[in-house]
T-cell receptor, first 114, second 109 residues
Framework: DVKVTQSSRYLVKRTGEKVFLECVQD?????MFWYRQDPGLGLRLIYF???????EKGDIPEGYSVSREKKERFSLILESASTNQTSMYLC?????????????FGPGTRLTVT | QKEVEQDPGPLSVPEGAIVSLNCTYS??????FMWYRQYSRKGPELLMY????GNKEDGRFTAQVDKSSKYISLFIRDSQPSDSATYLC?????????FGKGTSLLVTP
């Protein structure tokens, strides 16, 4: 019953490292999203993509970039990791289908930058 | 003003109680309203969504939207300890969702 998977559950990186977080969905959804979740701040949108090779900035894109070369895969890149990027990262995919709206989140990647 | 406001709680209720979770929002153009449940160390799970105003029921859960007062609610009847989680409201704006910060609910046996 796999829907949205993320490449790692836990990740520890050093300041300045380049970090790749991968997300894959198997539902043929058009839209994919990257959020980060922090205590007291809730879920904040980093980037989203509504089609292959298309991307849009969310509320907090600074320090991040994304890549969507295939419909099922959406990658989040931290070009030079910093300690304030320590967070839970959540990927989601959505689609408006006949009869309603579908959305699933992945299990999350807890990233620690030291 | 944040687009979606939600009281973080925590909210603690005895098993069997009716739970009321609420959010307010600022943009009257919003049409899709969602409720998510998130267990500890897991991603959010879409519980229910409503389009425009009115009520929607699914088992023990009822989602309610009052567009005139920009207020959305989730009611849980006959609450169970397994309902203990964080509940997030969200509103669809274009492609993206605007989330409330979540309300932590604890249902005690």
């Amino acid at each position: 019953d796999v829907k949205v998977t993320q490449s790692s559950r836990y990740l520890v990186k050093r300041t300045g490292e380049k970090v790749f977080l991968e997300c894959v969905q198997d539902m043929d959804h058009e839209n994919m999203f990257w959020y980060r979740q922090d205590p007291g701040l809730g879920l904040r949108l980093i980037y989203f993509s509504y089609d292959v090779k298309m991307k849009e900035k969310g509320d907090i894109p600074e320090g991040y970039s994304v890549s969507r070369e295939k419909k099922e895969r959406f990658s989040l890149i931290l070009e030079s990791a910093s300690t304030n990027q320590t967070s839970m990262y959540l990927c989601a995919s959505t689609s408006r289908r006949e009869g309603g709206y579908e959305q699933y989140f992945g299990p999350g990647t807890r990233l620690t930058v030291t | 003003q944040k687009e979606v406001e939600q009281d973080p709680g925590p909210l603690s209720v005895p098993e069997g109680a009716i739970v009321s979770l609420n959010c307010t929002y600022s943009n009257s153009a919003f049409q899709y309203f969602m409720w998510y449940r998130q267990y500890s160390r897991k991603g959010p799970e879409l519980l229910m969504y409503t389009y425009s105003s009115g009520n929607k029921e699914d088992g023990r859960f009822t989602a309610q939207v009052d567009k005139s007062s920009k207020y959305i609610s989730l009611f849980i009847r006959d609450s169970q300890p397994s309902d203990s989680a964080t509940y997030l409201c969200a509103i669809l704006s274009g492609y993206a969702l605007n989330f409330g910060k979540g309300t932590s609910l604890l249902v005690t046996p």
